[in-house]
């Protein structure tokens, strides 16, 4: 279980908005709330306009309770935003490519067959 102390900045998902605040998780233990009042210097209307559901940001630790594995948390004085989504891996094609697949499969069938074939031969004796 990872430590978390005032004042670090640390990485979390956001997991629900409510006009009050939005929800964070962080690992199988603890989450967090960022009041409205921590979203922003200035006046926050609508906490969509900051963040989302689903959005991978960074939070400082204002308060720690270890006891029911609480968080309160701020993003108002740091760069919250993580930028750009994971990168996604080039599938790449390997020189036999589907021919394994194209020589394999009717002796695949084949051999499905005659398992099936033998256990109805022994289902009628």
Do not use: C, Q
């Amino acid at each position: 279980m990872a430590k978390y102390e005032k004042g670090n900045v640390v990485k979390g998902i956001v997991t629900g908005i409510e006009p009050y605040g939005a929800f964070v998780s962080f690992d199988e233990y603890y989450n967090g709330l960022i009041h409205i009042s921590e979203i922003s210097n200035g006046f926050v209307r609508d906490i969509h306009n900051f963040l989302n559901v689903g959005d991978h940001i960074y939070t400082e630790i204002l308060a720690v309770d270890d006891e029911e594995y609480h968080l309160k948390l701020s993003i108002r004085n740091i760069n919250y935003k993580i930028n750009g989504k994971p990168k996604k891996r080039k599938i790449i094609e390997t020189p036999h490519g589907f021919s394994t697949l194209k020589y394999k499969l009717p002796y695949w069938i084949n051999y499905k067959l005659k398992i099936a074939k033998n256990k109805t031969n022994s289902i009628d004796k």
